[in-house]
């Protein structure tokens, strides 16, 4: 067990739904990062979270939107959902606002969108 | 813009045998470098970093990595491959401390098969 949190592990739904993933990050850790992967583009960074603020942005689509709580846990919201976005979403979490000291991650949750 | 490139998508050998993984980067700064490791159907755990230190690093496992700023490389390697050493391995460089995303850039992934 990594402490990052992810539910659900799995999740099916149709085109045109919505859907959000949740992740809790471990204990004492300030950042939240999602990425994407899918067999057609591998891993992909999201976006970032830093103590409820957003601090970055990677190939995030505008259907897709995160946020992350006072309680740092952080949800990632799928809308308008596409067969393409089919994939498996990590999310990871680390003590600072950087990214040299690695991350941890989480399971994932794997999306089958029908 | 920083990018990583995994020599090999696949990689086959025969258990006892040594692991080689090859990886070479390409950064504006001096980088920070890592190993991840991906089981099937599992998540991503890191196997070692470097991070300026000694450029031969040790990580979980029995594997190590080693920096060579001349090559661009950072190789992974393992002198006796296990059954358990089975999956994906993701090099990974990251954004210099106090870059704007400190997001993490992946290699494509090496899958490796240990035959017995």
């Known amino acids: 067990d990594s402490g990052v949190t992810q539910t659900p592990k799995h999740l099916i739904t149709a085109t045109g739904q919505r859907v959000t993933l949740r992740c809790s990050p471990r204990?004492?850790?300030?950042?939240v990062y999602w990425y994407q992967q899918s067999l057609d583009q591998g891993l992909q960074f999201l976006i970032q979270?830093?103590?409820?603020?957003?601090?970055a942005k990677g190939n995030i689509l505008e259907r897709f939107s995160a946020q992350q709580f006072p309680d740092l846990h952080s949800e990632l919201n799928l809308s308008s959902l596409e067969l393409g976005d089919s994939a498996l979403y990590f999310c990871?979490?680390?003590?600072?606002?950087?990214?040299?000291?690695?991350?941890?991650f989480g399971s994932g949750t794997r999306l089958t969108v029908v | 813009a920083q990018s990583v490139t995994q020599l090999d998508s696949h990689v086959s050998v025969s258990e006892g045998t040594p692991v080689l993984l090859r990886c070479n980067y390409s950064?504006?700064?001096?980088?920070?470098l890592f190993w991840y490791v991906q089981h099937p159907n599992k998540g991503l755990q890191l196997l070692l970093k470097?991070?300026?230190?000694?450029?031969l690093v040790k990580g979980i496992n029995g594997f190590e990595a080693e920096f060579k700023k001349s090559e661009t490389s950072f190789h992974l390697t393992k002198p006796s491959a296990h059954m358990s050493d089975a999956a994906e391995y993701f090099c990974v460089v990251s954004d210099p401390p106090g870059a704007a995303g400190n997001k993490l850039t992946f290699g494509g992934g090496t899958r490796v098969l240990v035959k017995p």
């Open positions: 990871a979490s680390s003590v600072e606002d950087r990214g040299d000291y690695g991350y941890t």
């Open positions: 470097y991070t300026s230190a000694a450029t």
């Open positions: 979270y830093y103590n409820g603020e957003e601090r």
């Open positions: 950064s504006s700064y001096s980088p920070s």
């Open positions: 204990s004492g850790d300030l950042s």
